[in-house]
């Protein structure tokens, strides 16, 4: 059960309840989040397309994995649980910022996140879940950033947000 509810924030990541995720994006509700960038040695980007099957977003391609924790899960270990379960990927991850966002989905679902996000270096390919994400490829930050500009519609919402922050702080 505790596996479909999200943990409800306010704007300073304090925990003020629980909501099943589904009804958390129908109302559109503050909730905890995390997002994962996963480069190469090549400081080539793990990008993952979604499931199609998914509930929303599905078919875009987005960062290499993100999700909620569980209530009493701290974001690190959800992080690292769901890049094995999505990715099939174990690596030591570090926190990089966070950032609240609130978008609109298809479906008439609204994402309104605090959005934590982890980054971390493999040189494996992905093991998918195929219930999670269908497809996988590595991309270079300034052809990531080109292709955005051109095909926005082919990247889920929170990926263009996360990755304007994350491309802003690798220039630093």
Not at 102 to 116: G, R, V
């Amino acid at each position: 059960m505790s596996e479909d509810k999200v943990i409800l924030v306010d704007k300073n990541d304090n925990q003020v309840g629980l909501m099943p995720k589904l009804e958390a994006h129908e109302k559109g509700v503050l909730h905890r989040a995390f997002s994962i960038f996963i480069f190469n040695s090549k400081y080539e980007l793990l990008l993952q397309k979604r499931a199609s099957s998914k509930y929303h977003s599905g078919g875009l391609w987005t960062n290499t994995c993100c999700s909620h924790p569980r209530e009493g899960e701290e974001t690190l270990d959800a992080a690292n649980r769901r890049l094995d379960e999505e990715m099939g990927i174990k690596t030591s991850l570090r926190k990089v910022y966070d950032f609240i966002y609130k978008a609109e989905l298809d479906n008439q679902l609204t994402e309104h996140e605090f959005d934590h996000v982890f980054y971390g270096v493999c040189d494996n390919d992905p093991i998918l879940n195929k219930d999670e994400a269908e497809d996988f490829k590595w991309v270079d930050m300034e052809t990531l950033n080109n292709d955005i500009m051109k095909n926005e519609d082919n990247y889920t919402v929170w990926f263009k947000i996360a990755f304007e922050y994350f491309y802003n702080y690798l220039k630093k």
